[in-house]
């Protein structure tokens, strides 16, 4: 990796980082709403399958490390808890989400970016999400599906976001192509 690539990987780790100090909102006991799923679609928008994921990877272990930033969880606790299961797929999500914008670049538009991040950073990141709270709390998997549906339109509202962020780049920063 290049020292641009190293930069831009620890830049986005610390944007999920700081995100997680946008106060979080309680819809459910046990699932938060966060700004810091916003930084795992930026970051496979933005950087690309590789340095998203790798991105993402790095926030992990400093999270385990002790980084007190994840939903008001800090340190290896984020690794056992309810919510651990989303945590788990965010770089797969942030990967895949940077793996279609890739694919796209060249006819990239926002509906290709948004389709991109919902792929990625909505359905993947659910996936874990929903697998792990079924294990974790005993409950049947159509149950804690149900529970998901209360965070789509906000993770949508980030998705568009993400896709705005990657179509504005794309067109003014030519060189900011994922890599």
Sequence with gaps: MSTRDLVLVALFAAIIAALGFI?????????????????????????????????????????????PRLAGVFGIGAFYA?????????????????????????????????LAAIAGGISIVYVGGIAWLTLWTGKPLLAMIGVNLAFIPGDLIKAGIAAAVAVYLKRTYPLAQPA
Excluded: H
């Design 82 to 114: 309810p919510t651990t299961g989303y945590l788990l797929a965010w770089p797969v999500g942030a990967a895949v989400t940077g793996w279609l914008v890739e694919k796209w670049w060249d006819r990239l538009n926002w509906p290709l970016a948004f």
């Design 23 to 67: 106060p979080r909102i309680d819809v459910v006991p046990f699932i938060p709403v966060t700004a810091q799923s916003l930084g795992v679609m930026l970051a496979g928008c933005v950087l690309g399958w590789k340095r998203g994921g790798l991105a993402v990877l790095l926030y992990m272990v400093l999270l385990g490390l002790g980084l």
